[in-house]
């Protein structure tokens, strides 16, 4: 009689321990913060590593950032809920890296671009329909007029309608008819402006099985100091993570 119990009570604590074990990893969001460049570099890109480090730990996020492109690999991806591109330029994966951040996307990864990531992987073609545009252009560093075209996302609830900001503000050459805009400019505040009454800066969109959020501001330093577009960030993660 007693060996029976000694099973059970062995398979009881086996399934207490995993059930454990499964509830801390599913509760831990993880964040890989990923800034390589292979054309201009971002002096902000420092700033924005600290500002976003700070941001999550206060959200309760774990962060691990890299400039080497050997983490994308489908292994070490399978670690992270969403990966942040960071003011990253140019060709910054190879073909089998391309791969692999594809299949964590299909998987239900999220994706966060900020700024210069719309000026990066021109050649790969899903990668501009994940980030919903390219970059094209910038006039000089200015003020302008921001237009809140959505309120109820996490990414605008918390900012005013009209926003007033400084950074450098993106021309792009193609944008994809199946996002979702948070945030235009209004042309007629600055000059430069390539894009007409459609010039979207802020956007977010369900895509091929995971989610991305875009926002094209976050050029200067500045910007990582600025309460208004931390909280546009905090939002933005939170819908790419899925909370």
Partial sequence: MSKPISTFL???I???LFAGICSGQSDEIRILIFSKTAGF????IEAGIVALEKLAKKEGYVTEHAEDASIFKEKELKRFNTVIFLNTTGDVLDHNQQADFERFIQAGGGY????AASDTEYDWEWYGRLVGAYFKSHPNIQPAILIVENSTHPATDSLPPVW???DEWYNF???SDQINVLIRIDENSYEGGENGAYHPMSWYQEFNGGRSFYTAMGHTEESYQDPL???HIAGGLKFVVGK
């Fill in 10 to 12: 062995l398979v009881l």
């Fill in 14 to 16: 086996s399934v207490i």
């Fill in 41 to 44: 570099r971002h002096s902000s």
């Fill in 112 to 115: 966060m671009g900020i700024h």
């Fill in 164 to 166: 007033e900001k400084t």
């Fill in 173 to 175: 050459g193609y944008i």
């Fill in 229 to 231: 577009f931390m909280r």
